[in-house]
Nanobody, 120 residues
C-alpha cells in the first residue's frame, strides 16, 4: 500500500503547477484523500480534501479560489491544480488517505511529499 505525490518543482509567482497523488496496492476511490503541506519551520497544515462518496471538495482559506482538487478513479490518482501561486505556497506537499469519517477524519496513511518552490 503506497501513495506517491509528484509534480512539484520551481514555479514563478503567479504560475501554476499540478500535483498528482498516485496509489499503488489499493484502490483510491474507496478513500477520501487530503492534500497537506509543510513549510520550513512550520507545522503541517491541511490544504484540500476530496471525499470518496460524492466527490465533495474542501479547501483551506489559503487555497480557496486558487487550488482545485480532483480525482480520476480510472487512473487511481488524485490531483491538486494550483494556480496563482504565491511565495508563501512554498512547501513540501503531501497526500494522505483519510480515516473513517472522510475529510473530517485524521489522515491515516501518508505518501512521500513533493517540493513546490514559488520564487522568481
Amino acid at each position: 500500500v503506497q501513495l506517491q505525490a509528484s509534480g512539484g518543482g520551481l514555479v514563478q509567482p503567479g504560475g501554476s503547477v499540478r500535483l498528482s497523488c498516485a496509489a499503488s496496492g489499493f484502490t483510491l476511490d474507496y478513500y477520501a484523500i487530503g492534500w497537506f503541506r509543510q513549510a520550513p519551520g512550520k507545522e503541517r497544515e491541511g490544504v484540500s480534501c476530496i471525499s470518496s462518496s460524492d466527490g465533495s471538495t474542501y479547501y483551506a482559506d489559503s487555497a480557496k479560489g486558487r487550488f482545485t482538487i480532483s480525482r480520476d478513479n480510472a487512473k487511481n490518482t488524485v490531483y491538486l491544480q494550483m494556480n496563482s501561486l504565491k511565495p508563501e505556497d512554498t512547501a513540501v506537499y503531501y497526500c494522505a488517505t483519510m480515516g473513517n469519517g472522510g475529510c473530517s477524519a485524521m489522515p491515516s496513511s501518508w505518501g512521500q511529499g513533493t517540493q513546490v518552490t514559488v520564487s522568481s
